[in-house]
């Protein structure tokens, strides 16, 4: 096996050094897979800037990865040596470099890995996020219908139904959109102007500019909505859904608003009576999850096939190049993008 590579991150808060690394074996139920891509997340930026997360540092971040297996811990059937995968990582919870997205090997876990076929490794990296499905279908959270492959109906207690995913052309909302409308939903959504035309194509049935005060009047004229999503989850987006669910003088309209960052944060609006902030907590490993994470993550489920058929879209995605250019991608990622995943190739040399 060749030397191992990573992009450390060698204190909190640091910058990064890239360096020879050693290649962790995998334990038993882990993966050891040669990543050909991994993407990089907000997370990611908001623990490299800000330290959200204690980690021991030396520290690898970055995830999904997507490459060829290279070596199975002990008790793993389900992906063979040599095989396309994708899978989430968990450098967040273990704590150690090996668990990280941003080097040639990366340690994952069985459970999470998904075979690819012939998906592009950058593609599959930008598509394989467990937070939409997580935050749709969960048990916990809005526990939506969950859609299959073909698409089949409703059943008559959720035909009709309307959700409401607030910042459609962000990663995460792009891809609840695709994951709504496959499994039957009417998607309402907002963006920028210039990403309307991005969230038509991931088949959203009405489209908003998140800017334009007429938005607010807008979405309320689409009512009833019996899902709420905030995949931005700021204090200036839910003040807008707070708009739309209690404009000054009228009564409120009861809901629950599921979101990405907690609601706790310095700055968030306090709700009106009748309406409830959700902060999505969600663990593929949780028990009540179990038949979520078979549904969406066996081998032949909904994520193996949703990829490999083309029935999930999300932004597309931008190869910034190789390790070496790790730092500049969280950089791009803290300063913020729009519609687009960045992505580092660790075997590139660029
Ligand atoms: N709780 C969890 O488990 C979990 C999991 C994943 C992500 N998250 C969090 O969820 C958030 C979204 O993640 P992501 O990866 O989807 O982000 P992302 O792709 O980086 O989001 C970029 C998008 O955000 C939109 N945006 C930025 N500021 C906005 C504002 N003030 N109003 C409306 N839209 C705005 C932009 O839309 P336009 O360019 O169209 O304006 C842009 O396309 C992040 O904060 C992330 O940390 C949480």
């Known amino acids: 096996m060749t030397t191992n590579r990573a992009a450390f991150m060698e204190t909190e808060k640091g910058s990064f050094v890239v360096r020879d690394a050693e290649t962790m074996q995998p334990g038993p139920g882990e993966v050891l897979v040669k990543v050909h891509a991994t993407a990089i997340q907000p997370a990611d930026a ?10 021991e540092y030396p520290s690898v971040f970055g995830g999904p990865v997507a490459g060829f297996v290279e070596a199975l811990g002990e008790g793993v059937k389900k992906v063979a040596v040599g095989e396309p995968v994708v899978s989430g990582t968990k450098f967040y919870v273990h704590k150690k470099a090996g668990y990280g997205g941003l080097q040639r090997f990366a340690v994952v876990d069985e459970s999470e890995i998904v075979e690819i076929g012939d998906v592009s490794f950058t593609d ?29 109906p409703l059943p008559a207690s959720e035909q009709g139904k309307k959700i409401l995913i607030w910042g459609g052309s962000s990663a995460m909302g792009a891809l609840s959109i695709s994951y709504a409308k496959q499994a039957g939903y009417t998607v309402i959504s907002t963006s920028s102007p210039q990403n309307l035309s991005l969230l038509r194509s991931l088949g959203a049935d009405h489209v908003f500019d998140h800017s334009d005060p007429s938005t607010v ?31 000054e003088g009228s009564p409120v309209t009861k809901a629950n608003i599921l979101m990405l960052l907690p609601p706790s944060m310095p700055g ?17 490993h949780a028990p009540e999850n179990a038949d979520w994470a078979k549904w969406l993550l066996a081998r032949g489920g909904f994520l193996e096939r949703g990829m490999k058929e083309g029935v999930l879209k999300g932004v597309p995605a931008e190869v910034v190049g190789g390790l070496e250019k790790a730092e500049e991608g969280i950089e791009r990622v803290h300063k913020g993008v729009s519609a687009k995943k960045i992505v580092v190739e660790p075997w590139s040399d660029c």
Not at 46 to 55: E, Q, S
Not at 268 to 284: A, C, Y
């Open 46 to 55: 908001k623990i490299a800037k800000f330290a959200v997360l204690k980690m």
């Open 268 to 284: 968030m609006p306090q709700p009106p009576e009748g309406v409830t902030l959700q902060f999505h907590r969600f663990s593929t």
């Open 217 to 247: 009047d807008s979405i309320r004229a689409l009512f009833p909505i019996d899902y709420w999503f905030d995949c931005i989850s700021l204090p200036a987006t839910v003040s807008t859904i707070f708009k739309i669910l209690a404009p």
């Open 124 to 152: 599959a990296v930008t598509l394989a996020s467990y937070t939409p499905p997580g935050a749709l279908f969960g048990a916990s959270t809005l526990h939506l219908h969950r859609p299959t492959i073909p698409a089949s």
